[in-house]
């Protein structure tokens, strides 16, 4: 069973993702003084007292929005006031009570969940401001001073948080599920493949690119196994980075790719692989994550026998780095091929996490040098002692040799394509580290 779940939610602009920040104990969510900064829900582990439970940050709710984003947004806050235990309405003590409050807190009352009522931004240490009373006329009890910047009440709210959660969601989460980070250049369709895997609307889809701001992550299982799908926002070009928020937002995207286990590289089928999506896909090869390249909109191109093949040489062509990754053409749109994607998911997770014996690596490497004699430079001759496996994600190689500088790349691109051959490895980066007998 999960563990049980905290959502922080609340109008824009009242400090949601510092509390957010604070009581996850790290920066995960964006920290803007722009209302609408936040558009998703955001995840965190936390513990309090022993016990562990997820949070969750959600956008600021405007009740009566018209705006598409802000009843995106609205859409977002409701989804994870049904999926909380505990619910924490933070409100701000420097604007008091205001209309939007109290329409939050009638939406809080209808929900039954209970609710714990945070006054933000009380950053002075001392005697209760008695401003404070005012906020008891949301009608949900007592209200907890606190401030998300400087830490002040938190431990109030986890306490009161640890008191309310039910008695059955207390066991562990499991912790073998694979973490898929799904990313690409903006509008690639990450979002609607997240959708249509979790079968609802769990993250914003808009055409508007840029939409994704936060990685946003989704535990998910079916009789494939146990993931977690992590969307990203879009990486862009550095020339078109403007801003803190989209700074921070490709930032997210990049930690979102080192903390995964697999990385579906997004590419619309309509554009090709483009100058970006080598950036995007680069990120995940030198991260050395197990990838698949996805190449989505399938359903909008005009095809023939030979599209599909002719189309895959050309994305390994363009990212002649990654040759072995697997290339999958789907409809996040459609749901065409996605439930395949879980296959290739649990295919190149357990090649990355293969280990080789260093006597079967040995037998391999004594058979490749009687094939092709090692390089040698002014008479004297390269020779590779043996070679032992050092770690996993991804598969790393050690090679002891007499001279670093005679083992050339070409060189050790054939031995990493000896063991390709042989061991398979598919779908995952081969590292090479080459040390002289005396290192």
């Given at each position: 069973?999960?563990?049980?779940?905290?959502?922080?939610?609340?109008?824009?602009?009242?400090?949601?993702?510092?509390?957010?920040?604070?009581?996850?104990?790290?920066?995960?969510?964006?920290?803007?003084?722009?209302?609408?900064?936040?558009?998703?829900?955001?995840?965190?582990?936390?513990?309090?007292?022993?016990?562990?439970?997820?949070?969750?940050?959600?956008?600021?709710?405007?009740?009566?929005?018209?705006?598409?984003?802000?009843?995106?947004?609205?859409?977002?806050?409701?989804?994870?006031?049904?999926?909380?235990?505990?619910?924490?309405?933070?409100?701000?003590?420097?604007?008091?009570?205001?209309?939007?409050?109290?329409?939050?807190?009638?939406?809080?009352?209808?929900?039954?969940?209970?609710?714990?009522?945070?006054?933000?931004?009380?950053?002075?240490?001392?005697?209760?401001?008695?401003?404070?009373?005012e906020f008891y006329s949301l009608g949900l009890g007592d209200p907890y001073a606190v401030s998300g910047v400087h830490g002040h009440g938190t431990g109030d709210i986890l306490d009161e948080c640890?008191?309310?959660?039910?008695?059955?969601?207390?066991?562990?989460?499991?912790?073998?599920?694979?973490?898929?980070?799904?990313?690409?250049?903006?509008?690639?369709?990450?979002?609607?493949?997240?959708?249509?895997?979790?079968?609802?609307?769990?993250?914003?889809?808009?055409?508007?690119?840029?939409?994704?701001?936060?990685?946003?992550?989704?535990?998910?299982?079916?009789?494939?196994?146990?993931?977690?799908f992590i969307d990203t926002a879009g990486i862009r070009r550095k020339s078109k980075v403007s801003g803190n928020i989209e700074y921070y937002s490709v930032l997210r995207a990049q930690m979102a790719?080192?903390?995964?286990?697999?990385?579906?590289?997004?590419?619309?089928?309509?554009?090709?692989?483009?100058?970006?999506?080598?950036?995007?896909?680069?990120?995940?090869?030198?991260?050395?994550?197990?990838?698949?390249?996805?190449?989505?909109?399938?359903?909008?191109?005009?095809?023939?026998?030979?599209?599909?093949?002719?189309?895959?040489?050309?994305?390994?062509?363009?990212?002649?780095?990654?040759?072995?990754?697997?290339?999958?053409?789907?409809?996040?749109?459609?749901?065409?091929?996605?439930?395949?994607?879980?296959?290739?998911?649990?295919?190149?997770?357990?090649?990355?996490?293969?280990?080789?014996?260093?006597?079967?690596?040995?037998?391999?490497?004594?058979?490749?040098?009687?094939?092709?004699?090692?390089?040698?430079?002014?008479?004297?001759?390269?020779?590779?002692?043996?070679?032992?496996?050092?770690?996993?994600?991804?598969?790393?190689?050690?090679?002891?040799?007499?001279?670093?500088?005679?083992?050339?790349?070409?060189?050790?691109?054939?031995?990493?394509?000896?063991?390709?051959?042989?061991?398979?490895?598919?779908?995952?980066?081969?590292?090479?580290?080459?040390?002289?007998?005396?290192?």
């Amino acid at each position: 069973m999960s563990k049980p779940l905290v959502a922080i939610v609340g109008r824009p602009n009242v400090g949601k993702s510092t509390l957010f920040n604070r009581l996850a104990g790290k920066r995960l969510a964006i920290v803007e003084d722009t209302p609408g900064v936040t558009r998703d829900r955001l995840y965190a582990k936390t513990d309090w007292n022993g016990r562990e439970f997820d949070i969750v940050d959600t956008g600021g709710i405007e009740p009566k929005a018209d705006s598409e984003i802000l009843v995106f947004m609205r859409e977002q806050a409701m989804l994870a006031i049904e999926m909380a235990d505990v619910i924490v309405l933070v409100t701000d003590f420097t604007t008091g009570v205001t209309a939007a409050d109290e329409d939050v807190s009638d939406m809080l009352l209808k929900s039954g969940k209970p609710v714990i009522l945070a006054v933000n931004k009380m950053d002075s240490i001392g005697p209760q401001h008695p401003d404070i009373y005012e906020f008891y006329s949301l009608g949900l009890g007592d209200p907890y001073a606190v401030s998300g910047v400087h830490g002040h009440g938190t431990g109030d709210i986890l306490d009161e948080c640890v008191n309310l959660f039910p008695e059955r969601a207390g066991e562990d989460e499991d912790d073998d599920a694979i973490r898929v980070a799904v990313i690409g250049k903006p509008n690639a369709g990450k979002s609607s493949l997240v959708n249509r895997i979790l079968g609802e609307k769990r993250v914003i889809v808009s055409e508007v690119a840029g939409t994704t701001r936060d990685a946003v992550d989704s535990p998910f299982e079916n009789s494939h196994g146990k993931y977690v799908f992590i969307d990203t926002a879009g990486i862009r070009r550095k020339s078109k980075v403007s801003g803190n928020i989209e700074y921070y937002s490709v930032l997210r995207a990049q930690m979102a790719i080192e903390r995964s286990d697999v990385c579906i590289i997004m590419i619309d089928a309509r554009e090709g692989v483009t100058e970006q999506d080598t950036k995007v896909a680069g990120l995940a090869h030198e991260a050395g994550k197990a990838s698949i390249i996805t190449v989505n909109k399938w359903d909008l191109i005009e095809k023939d026998t030979n599209t599909m093949d002719k189309m895959r040489k050309e994305i390994l062509r363009d990212l002649s780095y990654m040759t072995y990754a697997p290339v999958l053409f789907i409809s996040a749109l459609t749901g065409q091929r996605v439930e395949r994607l879980f296959e290739l998911i649990n295919f190149v997770d357990n090649q990355a996490a293969m280990r080789i014996t260093t006597g079967m690596l040995n037998e391999l490497l004594s058979d490749a040098v009687a094939r092709v004699q090692p390089p040698t430079d002014k008479g004297r001759r390269l020779k590779i002692y043996y070679m032992t496996q050092a770690s996993i994600r991804p598969p790393t190689f050690v090679c002891f040799c007499n001279d670093i500088e005679l083992f050339h790349f070409s060189y050790r691109r054939y031995i990493e394509n000896q063991i390709r051959g042989v061991f398979g490895l598919e779908g995952t980066p081969v590292r090479m580290i080459i040390r002289a007998r005396e290192d």
